[in-house]
C-alpha cells in the first residue's frame, strides 16, 4: 500500500498498490457484484457447428494451494480453423472466466479445427489462455492442446518447448467427454508460459 497525500479538497488515505488483483474484478468478473459481464465462460452456443467441449481444471499457485480469485481469458479458432468466422453470432471465440475459492474454472465452447502456422505450416488444434492473478504483474499466457490429437506430433509452437515440459500444456479427455486442464502458476510442474 502507499500513501498519498491530500489537498485541500483531496484528504489523503491509502491507495492500492497492486496492478492487477483483486479490484479487477468489478469490471472484468462483474457477476459476484450483480453486474452485467462482457464475456462469460461459454464461448459457442448450442446449435454451433464442431465437437461441444468443456475445459474444466483448478489453477494452483507454487505450493499448490488453490489460487480462488484468479481470472482467465481462453481465445480460440472455429472447428474450421478461423479466428473470424463469419455469420456465426453464436461463436465468440473469446471467453472469461474466474475461479471459485477452490481454483476451479471451466469453460464450454466446440473444440477448434487447425490454424495456420509460420512458413506455411499447420498448427494443431489448441486454445490460447492468459491467466491473472493476485502477484502477477503481467498476464501469463500459455496454450491448451489436446492429448487426443495426432496433430500436436507436427506443431511448430509446441517443438518449440522442451519435451519433458510438454505435458504442462496438454489437456486429457475425462470420462463424460469433456477436458481436463490444470494450471500451476510456479513450482514443481509449472506451467509452460509464453512471451509474447
Known amino acids: 500500500m502507499s500513501i498519498e497525500s491530500g489537498g485541500a479538497d483531496r484528504p489523503g488515505g491509502i491507495t492500492p498498490s497492486q496492478t492487477v488483483g483483486p479490484f479487477f474484478a468489478y469490471a472484468l468478473t462483474p457477476r459476484a457484484y450483480g453486474g452485467r459481464e462482457l464475456a462469460t465462460e461459454l464461448l459457442a452456443s448450442e446449435g454451433v457447428p464442431g465437437e461441444r467441449i468443456s475445459i474444466e481444471g ?40 474466474e475461479t471459485t475459492e ?38 501469463l499466457m500459455t ?12 506443431d ?17 479427455r475425462e ?5 481436463r486442464f490444470d494450471i500451476r502458476l510456479q513450482g514443481e510442474g509449472e506451467t509452460v508460459f509464453f512471451e509474447a
Do not use: C, K
Not at 87 to 96: K, L, M, P, S, Y
Not at 160 to 171: D, G, H, K, M, S
Open 58 to 97: 483448478r489453477v494452483l499457485d507454487g505450493d499448490g494451494a488453490p489460487v480462488g480469485d484468479a481470472m482467465l481469458e481462453l481465445w480460440q479458432a472455429d472447428a474450421q480453423g478461423r479466428h473470424q468466422p463469419q455469420g456465426n453470432a453464436g461463436f465468440t471465440g473469446f471467453g472469461r472466466a
Open 143 to 154: 496454450r491448451i492442446y489436446f492429448a487426443d490429437d495426432p496433430a500436436n506430433a507436427a
Open 102 to 139: 477452490e481454483g476451479r474454472f471451466r469453460f464450454e465452447t466446440v473444440r477448434p479445427g487447425p490454424v495456420p502456422g509460420p512458413g506455411g505450416t499447420l498448427q494443431a488444434p489448441h486454445l490460447s489462455l492468459s491467466i491473472f492473478a493476485r502477484g502477477v504483474l503481467l498476464r
Open 175 to 179: 470420462p463424460g467427454g469433456g477436458y
Open 156 to 172: 511448430p509452437v509446441l517443438a518449440l518447448v522442451p519435451q519433458a515440459r510438454r505435458e504442462t500444456l496438454i489437456a486429457r
